[in-house]
């Protein structure tokens, strides 16, 4: 079965979006290593890590293959993200956690989007794993809850704003109604 050239296009682009996603929360999980956030940013890094090779293992199924330049661009512009101004001129500013935060969080939802496409096209294509997607787009829901929670210290911690319950809840990470998924 022959992979549309628009399906290569979306996937080459995911890839290299994976690639800005995987430096963004490496940098975060260094930088808050010695915090609390420090082990939950880890274990982020690592499936991050994982869904990146698992959408590599999707490619090659699909006979596409990543396209160097879109990943060596993917990964500037992860590091490019050091470069923004934030106030401060040789160290880390508190904004930075919350804007890193943000930006992997519209990543991780990026991803769940491209999950979510490709569930769609399971049905028609048998090198797609419908069930294994299933899994892939919980876990991403799982890490955009997660992210959420982060981010919500975050503000806290930055802009001095305490958050709330109905923010986000601290058992499981995941929206509740007051910022709805």
């Keep these: 079965m022959r992979t549309p050239q628009a399906l290569r296009i979306y996937l080459g682009d995911h ?5 800005a996603g995987l430096a963004l929360v490496r940098r975060l999980a260094r930088t808050r290593a ?29 006979g596409v293959a990543p396209t160097r330049g879109k990943s060596v661009v993917g990964s ?8 923004k101004p934030n106030g401060r ?9 919350l804007l890193e935060l943000e930006a992997l969080f519209l990543g991780v939802e990026g991803k769940a989007a491209c999950w979510r496409s490709l569930r769609i096209l399971a049905p028609t294509d048998t090198r797609l794993d419908a069930d294994r997607l299933d899994e892939l787009i919980s876990r991403a829901d ?14 806290a911690r930055t802009l001095g704003a305490p958050p709330t319950a109905s923010d986000w809840s601290a058992e499981t990470g995941a929206r509740t109604p007051g910022g709805t998924a």
């Design 15 to 19: 890839y290299a979006g994976s690639a």
């Design 34 to 62: 010695d915090t609390s956030d420090g082990p939950v940013l880890r274990q982020l890094e690592r499936e991050i890590a994982e869904d990146r090779e698992t959408l590599h293992d999707i490619m090659h199924a699909l």
């Design 76 to 83: 500037l512009v992860g590091k490019a993200g050091r470069l």
């Design 89 to 97: 001129l040789r160290r880390r500013a508190p904004l930075s956690d």
């Design 142 to 155: 799982g890490q955009v809850g997660v992210l959420e929670a982060l981010r919500a210290t975050a503000v």
